[in-house]
Each structure stands twice: as structure tokens, then as C-alpha cells.
């Protein structure tokens, strides 16, 4: 079975879908508002590696040192190379296209592909956003050309380094890759079922106009919101200038910045009752995970759709960290925050920052950094 529909998988099948595909299905299965959409499943990736016999050589290309860039990098450009110039089985090709055609009921339409490695979202490891995403594709030879640099981006720099360090053996790794309907948002953004970081029941939900991708890059400073969650009562919120936002080119598919109209900037982008309606969400799909989570969502028409979800691995589990005062440095220049937003991690190491803008520089960065 190279492909499946998600509303016929659940979360008992992550080695077939790996974490995300199996997330989507349970939630669709539990009457979540899920876009519709299908998985090509981690056997139909492992067999294009078996039956064209190049598992041997792919890993063998993978044996470098991970703590020399170079090398890493070279690792890299082989190894995307062995699957981007390997052709997919006609079985595959043949599956993948009745789905998209399924799916697209008579007009083709654009698609999110998403990667899901089999292991990714476990408590253990979290190999989320090591693999890559590819959105707006449209069109049966696009599509399949977006699985396959799904499968290549299992062997990016970050995921083979982060692989080897958390001692995963590379063969043991499997990719599915998620495909669904794109949604159009007109807002987005993510809820914190629980506070991301010492997890009181206390729901997050931050907000901006477009599609998710202002917040979740981290573009602008998205409207937050704390709610009780027992209670659904709004207990404060933030409403941040949001001058720009991310839109779909409808005829292209590509990803452009707008500013925001000046009339929508410093107004909330959620309604009370929008904001209440969310919460309810995060609730039930926290009640189903019976774990806090961290869930991305789209509001189009005045319909909420839900896009993903994954637990939330950063809350405390020992004691809170009391306020430390620290002596404040005279600094020139701006004072104000140029972004601002719920801190996702409490922290588990410290140092000196040190920016590296490629990843041939990380020979700069020194213990202790």
C-alpha cells in the first residue's frame, strides 16, 4: 500500500504515516475540522529505496563525521542527489496521481505536502521541522516532484547531524509524506492547550491576519490571548500592530508579503467568540492526546480548520524558575521589543549567542556558546 487516505488511518499507525499523518487521521476520525487529504506512506518510501538498490549506497554516503561542515555538507549534496535522480515506481506514480485526482473532484487544486518521519513527535526525539514542506502545489507533476524533495529532506544537513548526535541509526528512519487541500487563511495561527511552559491549564492562542506562516516564522507579533480553559473565560489579551502578512498568489500559488491595511493593522485579527471556539478545540484534541499541545490552525469563510498538531515538549516538569533580577545594561538605540510573542521553551542550556548565517560557520561556534 503505497497510499492511504487519512481519514482511514489513526494514531496507531505511525510507523505507516509517521507522527503527523497519524495525528491528522485521529483528529479527522474524532470530528475535528481536518482538511481533507492522503498520505504516500514510509513503505512506498522505503521500497523506491530497496527495489532500485540504492539503500546501500545512500547510507554508505551518510557515514561522515557529523562535526566536520564540510563533510556534512557534502553528505548532504550526495545524498539528495542519490534520490532526486531515481525514478519512482510506476505503481507509486500511478497511486499518487488517482488520489491528487480524487482529492481535486474534477478541478485541480492546490496542495500543502508535508514530510512525516516515522519517528518524529515521540516523547524520545522530535524530529519536527528537520524535513521539508512544500505548499500551493498544484498539478500532478508538481505533486510528485514535491514528494520526492519530501523524501530527499530526510537527508538534510540538520536531520543527518541531529540523527547521528540522538544515536538514530539512519536506516531505522522512515519518511511518509502528507498531502492535503491548502487552506486559503484570511487569519492564522497556533494554541498552546496548556501553557508551554510550566503547563497550567491555561490555553494560549496567538493570531494574525493571512496565512500561519507570519506567526509561526515569526514575522510579525501576533495578537495573544490567555484563556482559563475550564471556564472559556478570556483572561487577558495582547493586540499587536501587525503590518504585514503572508498571501497565496491565486494564480501563481506562491507566497507573497502584503502590508495589512492600515484599518486592520492595530484591530484584533480574532472575534470573543472566535477566540472561545479555538479553545474548545484545543480541549478536545488535548482530552484526545491526554498530553498539552501545540496546534496550528487557518480561519476561512468564517470557518476554522485544524492543521496540525504535536505535543508540547518544553513544559517544566520540575520546579518553576523563580525571577532572577539581573543588572541592566545601558544599551543605545531602541528600547522597545521589535517582536514579542509566548516564549515556547524555558530554556535548558546557557551562553554566550553567537550568530552563524550558514552552516559552514558553525566551526566558529566554541564550548561554552
Known amino acids: 500500500m503505497d497510499t492511504v487516505w487519512l481519514k482511514n488511518i489513526g494514531k496507531e499507525d505511525i510507523s505507516i504515516v509517521g507522527g503527523k499523518g497519524a495525528n491528522l487521521g485521529e483528529m479527522i476520525n474524532n470530528g475535528l475540522p481536518v482538511p481533507s487529504g492522503f498520505a504516500v506512506t514510509a513503505q512506498a ?5 530497496v527495489d532500485n538498490k540504492i539503500d546501500e549506497e545512500l547510507f554508505e554516503v551518510l557515514k561522515v563525521n557529523v562535526d566536520n561542515d564540510s563533510e556534512l555538507r557534502e553528505a548532504e549534496k550526495n545524498a539528495k ?3 532526486l535522480e531515481t525514478k519512482m515506481s510506476e505503481k507509486t506514480v500511478k497511486e499518487i496521481k488517482r488520489k491528487y485526482k480524487d482529492l481535486c473532484e474534477g478541478e485541480k487544486i492546490f496542495v500543502a505536502v508535508r514530510s512525516s518521519a516515522t519517528a518524529e513527535d515521540l516523547p524520545t526525539a522530535s524530529f519536527a521541522g528537520q524535513q521539508e514542506t512544500f505548499l500551493n502545489i498544484k498539478g500532478e507533476d508538481n505533486l510528485l516532484d514535491a514528494v520526492k524533495k519530501c523524501w530527499a529532506s530526510l537527508y538534510g544537513a540538520r536531520a543527518i547531524f541531529y540523527r547521528v548526535k540522538g544515536g538514530f541509526e539512519h536506516s531505522k528512519v522512515n519518511i511518509a509524506v502528507i498531502v492535503q487541500k491548502m487552506v486559503d487563511s484570511e487569519k492564522a495561527g497556533v494554541i498552546f492547550t496548556s501553557h508551554p511552559t510550566t503547563g497550567e491549564p491555561l ?3 496567538e493570531s494574525a491576519w493571512g496565512l500561519g506562516e507570519a506567526v509561526v516564522s515569526g514575522t510579525v507579533s501576533p495578537d495573544n490571548f490567555v484563556v482559563d480553559r475550564k471556564n472559556l473565560k478570556i483572561l487577558d489579551e495582547k493586540i499587536n500592530e501587525k503590518a504585514k502578512m503572508f498571501v497565496k498568489d491565486p494564480k ?11 484599518e486592520k493593522r492595530n484591530i484584533s485579527s480574532l472575534a470573543e467568540e472566535e477566540v472561545i471556539e479555538l479553545v474548545r478545540y484545543g480541549n478536545k484534541i488535548e482530552a484526545l492526546y491526554k498530553s498539552p499541545q501545540d496546534v496550528e490552525w487557518g480561519i476561512t469563510g468564517g470557518k476554522i480548520y485544524i492543521l496540525q498538531s504535536r505535543a508540547i515538549t518544553t513544559i517544566n516538569k520540575g520546579e518553576v524558575l523563580k525571577d532572577q533580577t539581573t543588572k541592566k545594561k545601558e544599551a543605545g538605540g531602541r528600547e522597545e521589543p521589535i517582536l514579542m510573542g509566548t516564549g515556547a521553551s524555558p530554556g535548558v542550556v546557557s551562553g554566550r549567542v553567537k550568530i552563524v548565517k550558514k552552516l559552514d560557520g558553525m566551526n566558529e561556534v566554541k564550548e561554552g556558546d
Open 81 to 83: 542527489q542519490i534520490i
Open 203 to 205: 490555553a494560549i492562542v
Open 252 to 262: 501563481t500559488g506562491d507566497t507573497k508579503i502584503f502590508k495589512v491595511p492600515e
Open 45 to 49: 518510501f522505503r521500497n523506491f529505496l
